[in-house]
């Protein structure tokens, strides 16, 4: 009964409101008193506080609600190892989360399909040319129901100005075809999304974004709560929430290994570079 009443309510909200009760109730009662509420200050509580019963996917817990996206408080979290992910029509929410998923860039598997496309040489990798373009092409395929919504693309265009978040961008007869951005703090790299508008193209950034890492003694890649099958297959593996703290406290105290991130690649050969991994790869 009661749940033919909320359907009932919510076809009526969308017919005549245009979805505005619904986006009320989520902005301002949905979430109410299910974790702690941020003040101004940088603070978080400890991971163990989290609420279990309130996930995002399958291993995502929530741990804090509201405060803002200023730059200090964002890259406040990503020392913590706690990261934002909220939807349209929601408060700001804050997720740990039990596990994590992570590539120790010494570890990047390069599978055959991105092997042929390094050797076909079809394609340009640059840093930082166009960062706007690369994180609107990361929302643009999600449209309204992407976590990348105007007020985390508005906080990633500031994190790069301030020369914390960089961007890997592919190119292919002059135009962007894919790329990923995220953010680098001392010896560890956040990833944030990645995209592709030709097949493997994201996987390709990732690999030459890794191999400079690895050189450049990077400790660890964040790859967030999602253990999926395509970052296992490049190498990413589940660690403990514990241990992946440890790490991070270790890394983040690494004084900030690259000055200019523009000339990343200037110089440097991504297929001797991929030849090398893997030949230390088959050593191993």
Avoid at 101 to 128: A, E, G, M, Q, Y
Avoid at 224 to 238: E, N, R
Wanted: net charge positive; aromatic share 12%.
């Amino acid at each position: 009964m009661l749940k033919r009443v909320k359907l009932g309510l919510l076809k009526i909200d969308k017919l005549f409101f245009k979805g505005k009760i619904k986006a009320y109730y989520s902005r301002n009662f949905k979430y109410k008193g299910k974790a702690y509420k941020l003040t101004k200050d940088l603070y978080f509580p400890p991971h163990t506080s989290a609420n279990k019963n309130v996930r995002m996917g399958a291993v995502g817990e929530l741990l804090a609600i509201g405060g803002d996206l200023s730059t200090d408080r964002m890259i406040h979290a990503l020392k913590n190892g706690i990261y934002p992910m909220f939807f349209n029509n929601e408060p700001i929410l804050w997720w740990t989360s039990e596990i994590r998923c992570v590539l120790f860039p010494k570890d990047i598997h390069i599978s055959k399909n991105i092997r042929s496309l390094i050797r076909k040489n079809n394609f340009f990798i640059t840093v930082d040319k166009t960062f706007d373009d690369v994180v609107r092409a990361c929302s643009e395929s999600r449209q309204d129901y992407t976590w990348l919504n105007p007020e985390r693309m508005a906080l990633s265009f500031k994190l790069h100005k301030l020369g914390v978040a960089h961007s890997i961008e592919v190119w292919q007869d002059e135009k962007l075809v894919g790329g990923l951005f995220g953010i680098a703090l001392g010896s560890c790299w956040f990833g944030d999304s990645m995209f592709a508008r030709v097949s493997n193209t994201s996987k390709l950034a990732m690999v030459a974004l890794t191999l400079r890492l690895e050189e450049m003694n990077f400790f660890v890649e964040d790859c967030g709560f999602w253990p999926t099958d395509h970052l296992k297959s490049m190498g990413a593996v589940i660690i403990p929430r514990e241990e992946f703290l440890e790490i991070l406290e270790r890394s983040i105290q690494t004084p900030d290994i690259i000055d200019n991130w523009s000339n990343l690649f200037v110089n440097w050969d991504l297929r001797l570079a991929a030849e090398k991994h893997i030949a230390n790869e088959h050593q191993s």
